[in-house]
């Protein structure tokens, strides 16, 4: 299951963007009076090709991939490298960067008072100061080492370290840094903050969406996004009955809900894809890192499948519903066996033959 983690300067509607995704009820006041917490939710991936195989196989139930959303008290300017729950930031797979654009009088904060592109920036670089910090304190104790006993492992780590070093100490990401696959697996246990994809979402008022493309329109570097959401208008979407959010969202020339949006960004973000398994007992979706083989995916659904993997069972969803079922698809031959090695492709249907 991905993990992101939503992250933020203190007011900007972090935990409003919680609910709204998780579809949650998380108590916003306690934020303001000052309490450490964290909420936890779990948010169902939409995706309408589920929803379609469901109708036409007919299983007993169909069941979504899910996202876990991690919401962070915020932190103030200098609190970041600092915090008690930095520990929680250094767990998830990305970051959902909330950015205030909207007004509230009742906290004194006027449209003079609202920087998105700064608070964009600042915050890029908590995580960098919190990342130096790190990196320095790691640099510090290999050099005491290598002094005693100097290793090729040491050497290596020292060397991808001060790559990174150099990186923070000019303020860059980590993330804008290419590694091959050893550096990665090395670098995963520092956790480094900056290193990891991050998404921006500008909270924008009722007022402000005429305005959204002049926010969207932030220069970002590697592996960064950038979308928005109103929160105020999600929370009116999210109380309509299923049938009445669609008119809403036409009625504001919305394609999507914030929410859906979201999470497809948050996905193209971090090179995921969906692929499908059906039985008469469920049709399921399931999360998967995009280039990963059909063994590995196997092991995504059941550490035994990829262990005793024998072969895939696969037709693509295009495929299936052109045909409209897995007995016409053999018969025009698009359904596939295909070996361990096989790259599992979005959309993809799988039945994984296995014995352990």
């Known amino acids: 299951m991905m993990r992101a983690g939503i992250i933020g300067f203190p007011k900007v509607g972090k935990t409003t963007l919680f609910n709204i995704l998780t579809r949650g009820h998380a108590d916003t006041s306690k934020f303001s009076q000052g309490k450490r917490a964290i909420n936890i939710g779990v948010a169902e991936v939409p995706d309408e090709r589920l929803d379609k195989l469901y109708k036409m196989i007919q299983p007993r139930k169909k ?13 103030s300017r200098g ?13 998830v797979d990305c970051l959902i960067h909330v950015v205030r654009a909207f007004e509230d009088p009742e906290l004194g904060i006027s449209a003079a008072d609202l920087h998105p592109h ?5 915050f890029n670089l908590e995580l960098i100061l919190a990342d130096m910090e790190v990196v320095h304190s790691r640099l510090e104790r290999l050099t005491q080492m290598m002094k005693k ?16 070093a150099k990186q923070v100490e000019n303020e860059k990401p980590v993330r804008e840094l290419e590694f091959d696959e050893h550096e990665m697996r090395r670098l995963r246990g520092f956790a480094l903050l900056s290193e990891k994809p991050i998404l921006h979402i500008v909270n924008v008022s009722e007022e402000r969406l005429a305005k959204k493309e002049e926010y969207l329109a932030e220069t970002l570097s590697l592996n960064q996004g950038i979308t928005y959401v109103c929160g105020f208008l999600e929370q009116q979407i999210d109380d309509l009955p ?46 998967l890192r995009r280039k990963t083989n059909a063994q590995k995916a196997a092991g995504a659904v059941h550490s035994d499948m990829e262990r005793g993997f024998i072969r895939a069972e696969v037709v693509h969803y295009d495929d299936f ?17 295909e070996g361990k090695e096989y790259i599992v ?8 033959r296995f014995n352990v």
Do not use: M
């Not at 069941?63 to 932190?75: K, Y």
């Not at 700064?118 to 600042?122: A, L, T």
């Not at 409209?324 to 698009?334: L, N, Q």
């Open 79 to 91: 609190e970041v490298k600092g915090s008690e729950y930095l520990a929680h930031l250094r767990t």
């Open 345 to 352: 492709q979005d959309g993809d249907i799988i039945l994984f």
């Open 63 to 75: 069941t979504p991939a899910t996202t876990e959303f991690v919401d962070l008290v915020g932190v």
């Open 242 to 287: 299923s049938e009445e959010r669609r008119e809403f969202l036409q009625q504001y020339g919305f394609a999507e809900s914030g929410r859906d949006r979201v999470i497809r960004t948050t996905f193209k973000l971090l090179d995921l894809i969906l692929f499908f398994t059906s039985c008469p007992e469920e049709v399921r979706s399931w999360p």
């Open 149 to 164: 006993v100097k290793s090729k492992e040491n050497e290596e780590e020292y060397a991808l370290l001060q790559r990174c």
């Open 118 to 122: 700064e608070d964009i920036q600042d």
């Open 321 to 337: 519903i052109r045909y409209g079922s897995f007995a016409e698809t053999k018969k025009h031959g698009v359904f596939r066996l």
